[in-house]
């Protein structure tokens, strides 16, 4: 099948209008393949979309991923569960379905350093990313400090409510660095405001009955533990 050259013509100024530009990258090349017999009928125009859809896609997930402050990153596929062998690895893909989110929970990922914790927060995210839910990702001493600074500039409650839109919030490494004096009650705040509104990722290296010590209140073992 040929195609007289104005209709491949109007085809490239569609597809410029319709701002699809890998479409219109890949038009020359599903075009010789029609000619030469490869493909016909209606197969072009799905090739077409589906090359233009693959690449809005990709930059969707790019950008979301880096709203998401996720810089580095990890799948699931990427994990050596041999490993881990007490890690429920069904349990894990289950949570990559992320019905958790839609409940939404509060998904606690607690162990020694060096099991993966962060690996599986991350790839849990990106999971999320990918399936259009809004993802922030920080570790403690990031949040805390974000947080105390929005304090300082009376600021907190804006703040707070920021980083309660995301439908996931990852927060890492609880317990890896001390917690600076009155950061546990702006964590606590911020954990007050998500309750049952928004899901949670929360990764320690520490046990519930050490958090208590983690921020700077002793008597209060498990808190705020969610």
Known sequence: MTMHASTIDSIR???VGLRMPRALEALDGTLRRTEQGEINGIQPFDELLVEELTLRESRRIKAALMVARLTTIKTLAGFDFAFQPSLDRNGI??????????????????????TGKSHLATALAVEAVKAAK??????L?????????????GQLRER????????????????????VPGGGNLFFQLVNARYE?????????RGFAEWG????????AGYPCC
Not at 93 to 113: S, T
Not at 134 to 139: C, H, I, P
Request: aromatic residues 8%; contains cysteine; glycine residues 6%.
């Open 213 to 220: 010590e983690v921020f700077g209140d002793p008597s209060n």
């Open 134 to 139: 809004s993802v922030y990702f920080s570790t």
């Open 160 to 179: 707070i409510r920021y980083l309660c839109r995301a439908s996931l919030l990852v927060v890492d490494e609880i317990g890896y660095l001390p917690v």
């Open 93 to 114: 893909m289950a949570l990559a379905e992320l019905k958790f989110i839609e409940r939404p929970e509060v998904v606690h990922l607690l162990g020694p350093p060096g």
């Open 13 to 15: 100024k569609s597809l």
């Open 141 to 153: 001493a990031d949040i805390i400090a974000s947080l105390a600074k929005a304090e300082r500039e």
């Open 197 to 205: 509104k928004g899901a949670m990722i929360l990764t320690s290296n």
